[in-house]
């Protein structure tokens, strides 16, 4: 769905730079301000990853008509569109100055180096540490107040997402203070059904598979790695049905998932050691592309880039599957955080930054995200049902024929209304959707109840699992064989002796 | 009336405040965090922490491997090209040239992504040579840097020493060997250090050719990558020296070259 938008997108912005170029740009921009005095305009500077948002510009025939009567169409990108939404709500003007990064680590040092940013969406792991290091603003009262018509983020978030929220702490402070999800998935094992079966794929070892040698890829990023590797770790203990049933399992899952006590980075790293020597490579943006070429049959991936990539693969007549490990899976969320400095205990500045959210969290421009960018929105609908019908259009089996008959229950209740056996939220699907795009975006209760959440790592910690990453991919120096020593060593030699001679029968000869 | 007189000193400032804000000035940033840690104090520890690691002078011998095999493959493939083409007589020789500069016109990413492909039609699967790849990854992306200079060079040459030398009765191989190659060296020595220090630290082509073994440039942002300001400053000052000391004695080289070795043969 991504990639004919890219085109266009490219198209936009050479057409908006030739503008910007002759002039016509900068004017429309200034116009504005002539217009109000220049208080009146709040600026929110707002930074999100890249391609993580609606820009828009949709053909008409990619318009979304819903079981419900609503109809979506995205015209222009949804942070312009807001400006207008603003303004006709409040009545007040607000300027938005859209930036993205690339990744958790990036956006951190541009803070730390003063680039300032009003609103920003890092993923769980970065603003547990931003929120550690008191970095944040809370949302305000008025945010969580649910008779309010335009606190779109209260009520249509999801009970499972709100829940995780509010169960995450730290420092005695749960996430929902200061964070309001935006888009949420797991990790799984994206792969070729032709050519892996899906049990074969379900599973961390896969990525050790003597059977796939050199034909899997995992992420180039040492948390993704580290988890997949200790998942495969601790595969029997994870499986171990007294474990599983334990009361207190989800808890404790956390705290296995989360041990990097030396002796455990240790135990990774000697695995991990065997598994590159397994593997194709470390990826961090081709696996999709080599799944579809062929040059790998499976590959580490998140659930939503999991959808873009099978969306796209079928376009080249290559079908692709998504499997959740059966040991666990990583739950990951991005969320929306303000940032004290950037805020600065200016209300307006607050109050156009929880809007933001709100309208991000409307339920019609939560569909327009997901239709965009393959994520999954933290946005049910509460009681709109925009988003389920979205899901109804996307995977739906037609209501007739064959497909009626062979129609299978997908059951969404546990992220709608926070029963899994909630009749009003079951998905009548294509049977194959199970292990494709369904499955993907909004994963089954059963794998959601071996998610465990990753905690940032302190700095001691950091510093500990970084020296294992680089252990892995350095080469050690010790492993070089004597006889490549010795084979360099007589080379350079014979160059100098030889740099030497014919320095002598030069001036003496 | 205002009619605007620079002097030469004058002129020179654009290029001075350039260079205090984009060479300068970083560089003193990068001295500073080498030599502090977390706190701010002054320490070694990153310069020794360097020398004792077994990874990091691991990544060091690897990035120079890298560098000295790509290095190799260019100039031999780069100078029987360069010298056929300086001594050819043909009048359009100037478009081969450009045939061999034109790649450079094509931003190098595309032209590996292209080569990936290539790759994997030839050898089937990329992750069972990945030092081949990068190999002739980098070669493709500095064969170019490697044909100029010596081109040039080679254009240069007085042809009238290559007769002489046969006149006085050198063999072809003779001429080759004892006038045409001594007197290139400049031209092998400026296209040797275009090669080989950039391909110490293009991890570009070892990420995009599924090499996962770190050189030093991404050595370098992996520490960045985890807030590390300190060891990763230490590892790019260790190749700024590094490459500084190559300069001085390739620059000492071809002075002598160009002097005494040229005055010697006349």
Same mark, same amino acid.
């Given at each position: 769905m991504r990639n004919k938008k890219i085109g266009r997108i490219f198209v936009l912005s050479l057409a908006l730079s030739l503008l910007a170029a002759v002039g016509g740009f900068p004017p429309v921009r200034e116009e504005m301000g002539h217009v109000l005095a220049k208080d009146d305009v709040t600026t929110l500077r707002v930074c999100n990853w890249e391609e993580y948002i609606d820009l828009g510009d949709w053909d008409e025939e990619e318009l979304i008509e819903l079981d419900n009567g609503v109809e979506i169409l995205g015209v222009n990108a949804l942070y312009e569109e807001f400006e207008d939404w603003y303004y006709e709500t409040y009545g007040k003007r607000v300027q938005v100055e859209y930036s993205c990064f690339g990744t958790n680590e990036d956006l951190y040092n541009q803070l730390t180096l003063g680039d300032t940013y009003d609103l920003v969406c890092p993923s769980d792991y970065m603003i547990m540490k931003l929120m550690a290091q008191g970095a944040l603003e809370p949302y305000s009262e008025e945010f969580f107040d649910g008779d309010n018509e335009e606190n779109y983020y209260r009520r249509c978030v999801s009970p499972y997402i709100a829940q995780v929220f509010a169960e995450n702490q730290i420092n005695g402070e749960s996430w929902e203070r200061y964070a309001a999800g935006y888009m949420w998935g797991v990790t799984g094992v994206l792969y070729n059904p032709e050519l892996m079966t899906r049990e074969e794929a379900s599973t961390w070892a896969v990525f050790d598979n003597p059977d796939f040698y050199r034909q899997i890829t995992l992420k180039d990023n040492v948390r993704d790695t580290y988890f997949s590797t200790l998942g495969y770790l601790l595969q029997d203990r994870l499986m171990d049905s007294a474990f599983v049933n334990d009361p207190d399992y989800s808890r404790k899952l956390g705290e296995m998932m989360n041990d990097v006590s030396p002796e455990t980075i240790q135990a990774v790293e000697e695995l991990l050691a065997g598994i590159m020597g397994n593997i194709y490579a470390l990826e961090t943006d081709s696996g999709k592309a080599d799944m579809v070429t062929g040059k790998i049959i499976a590959n580490y991936q998140w659930s939503g880039d999991a959808v873009f990539a099978m969306d796209q693969a079928e376009e080249d007549g290559v079908y692709l599957e998504f499997a959740v490990p059966r040991e666990c899976t990583n739950l990951w969320f991005d969320g929306w955080v303000m940032l004290r400095d950037g805020i600065g205990g200016d209300p307006d500045k607050k109050q156009a930054a929880e809007a933001f959210v709100n309208f991000l969290s409307r339920p019609e421009n939560a569909v327009r995200n997901m239709y965009y960018i393959g994520y999954t929105s933290a946005i049910s609908g509460g009681e709109d049902d925009t988003v389920f019908s979205y899901l109804n259009w996307c995977y739906g089996a037609e209501e007739e024929g064959e497909e009626q008959d062979q129609a299978v229950a997908y059951p969404v209740g546990y992220f709608f @209304?926070?029963? @899994?056996?909630?009749?009003?939220?079951?998905v009548y699907t294509r049977p194959e959707q199970v292990g494709r795009q369904l499955y993907s975006q909004y994963p089954s209760q059963e794998i959601i109840s071996r998610a465990a959440v990753m905690r940032y790592f302190d700095e001691e910690e950091t510093h500990n699992i970084n020296q294992m990453w680089i252990n892995i991919r350095c080469l050690d120096v010790r492993e070089i064989p004597l006889w490549c020593v010795l084979l360099i060593l007589c080379i350079l030699a014979a160059l100098a002796a030889s740099v030497i001679l014919h320095k002598k029968n030069h001036y003496y000869g | 009336m205002g009619v605007f007189r620079f002097s030469r000193k004058q002129l020179c400032i654009p290029y001075a405040v350039f260079l205090l804000c984009f060479v300068a000035a970083p560089l003193l940033v990068i001295i500073y965090y080498a030599f502090t840690n977390g706190e701010g104090n002054f320490t070694l520890d990153n310069l020794t922490g360097f020398f004792t690691s077994p990874y990091t002078i691991g990544t060091l011998a690897y990035s120079f491997a890298i560098a000295a095999v790509t290095t190799c493959v260019c100039l031999l493939l780069a100078y029987p090209i360069a010298y056929i083409l300086a001594r050819?007589? *043909?009048?359009?020789k100037s478009v081969i040239v450009v045939m061999f500069v034109l790649?450079? *016109?094509?931003n190098f990413t595309l032209r590996i992504t292209a080569l990936k492909e290539i790759l994997t039609v030839i050898e089937?699967?990329?992750?069972?040579?990945p030092f081949l790849n990068t190999v002739v990854g980098m070669t493709y992306d500095f064969l170019p840097f490697m044909i100029l200079p010596m081109y040039t060079t080679l254009l240069k040459l007085d042809k009238s020493l290559l007769e002489a030398a046969a006149d006085l009765g050198a063999g072809p191989f003779q001429v080759f060997g004892k006038v045409t190659l001594p007197l290139s060296v400049p031209g092998i020595i400026s296209g040797v250090v275009m090669v080989f220090l950039p391909s110490m630290t293009n991890y570009v082509v070892l990420d995009m050719l599924y090499n996962s073994t770190y050189i030093m440039g991404s050595l370098i942002g992996s520490f960045f990558s985890a807030y590390d300001w300190h060891n990763g400053s230490m590892i790019a000052l260790i190749l700024l020296l590094i490459i500084l000391v190559f300069t001085l004695v390739t620059d000492r080289y071809t002075e002598e070259d160009a002097g005494s070795r040229g005055g010697a043969l006349l």
């Open positions: @209304s926070g029963n @899994s056996e909630d009749e009003d939220y079951v | 050819s007589q *043909w009048k359009r790649p450079m *016109w094509i089937g699967n990329l992750a069972f040579h």
